[in-house]
């Protein structure tokens, strides 16, 4: 992977408002992958105590959207297939991944595991994207020829 292209990426997600709102850490990243984690916090529960569907998916959604825009062009969600298996325990530490299965010049497919801790799978997703030809908006200019 391009250095410069990872620093960028590293750089936005770091500054991104709603990844700050849920603290959303990027730990790794590569083309087609990225690694994502947060803390499970009480904020985060639905009426029930449990995890709100909308929490894990922020999470979720943020590794697939560092993973499908890692090769450096534009990259959106066209559809998302998710199942939740299990809710987290408080206080835990969530880890999203996202891989790529598939890549050709229009579309990529990914699937995005969510465990608690080192294996405890709560989430699978698998995910399509429509790839646009336009570099990252903020890739370094000489990287954007």
């Known amino acids: 992977m391009d250095t410069k292209i990872r620093e960028a990426i590293f750089k936005q997600v770091a500054k991104e408002p709603f990844a700050e709102k849920f603290s959303l ?7 087609g992958y990225a690694k994502v984690t947060m803390v ?6 639905n009426i029930f105590g ?5 929490a894990l998916f922020a999470l979720i959604d943020e590794a697939f ?9 534009v990259a959106v969600a066209l559809n998302m297939n998710i199942s939740y298996l299990a809710s987290p325990s408080p206080g835990s530490t969530l880890t999203a991944e996202a891989r790529e299965m598939n890549r050709t ?16 799978l709560l989430v699978l997703c698998q995910a399509l994207v ?7 908006p903020f890739l370094p200019q000489e990287l954007e020829a």
Do not use: C, Q
């Not at 499970?40 to 529960?45: A, L, N, Y």
């Open 65 to 73: 959207e560092t993973a499908s825009n890692a090769h450096g062009t």
């Open 130 to 136: 429509y790839r646009i030809d336009k570099p990252l």
């Open 25 to 31: 850490k990027l730990m790794d990243l590569d083309e």
């Open 40 to 45: 499970f916090t009480p904020d985060m529960e």
């Open 50 to 54: 449990k995890s709100h569907g909308g």
């Open 105 to 120: 010049n229009k579309t990529a497919i990914y699937d995005i595991k969510v465990v608690e801790g080192e294996s405890r």
